[in-house]
């Protein structure tokens, strides 16, 4: 009986790690990497390119990276990039439906929001 309760409870556990590991899969990181003259601040967005609730946020400077988590799920992603002043200087979308180890995404390459 006792040894029916440990394998139940291992089988369930098992299945419940199994459901994580397989979304979890999907998260790999994107480097973020500030290739212009200038500090930069990176906000993570949970709201869309307007930014009103950050997720993670990090100051660069010139030559800088912030990993930032994505998913090969097909969610977009947004970062919003201001200067040292707090303007925007555009932001960038990320959008992907398979991994993409060692990725390496160029500031200079946002786009306006």
């Known amino acids: 009986m006792a040894l029916a309760k ?12 199994g459901a994580c590991n397989e979304s979890g899969d999907k998260v790999f990181p994107v480097d973020v990497l500030n290739d212009t003259l200038q500090t930069i601040d990176v906000r993570q967005c949970n709201d869309g390119s307007a930014c009103g609730d950050v997720y993670r946020r990090k100051t660069l400077p010139p030559g800088g990276s ?6 090969s799920a097909g969610n977009v992603d947004w970062l919003r990039i201001f200067d040292s002043s707090g303007s925007t200087l555009g932001c960038i979308r990320l959008e992907f439906h398979e991994r993409r180890p060692h990725l390496k995404v160029p500031v200079s390459e946002r786009l306006p929001c």
Do not use: C, Q
């Not at 912030?66 to 998913?71: D, K």
């Open 6 to 17: 440990v394998v139940g409870t291992i089988l369930i556990t098992g299945i419940i790690a």
């Open 66 to 71: 912030f990993l930032v988590n994505v998913t």
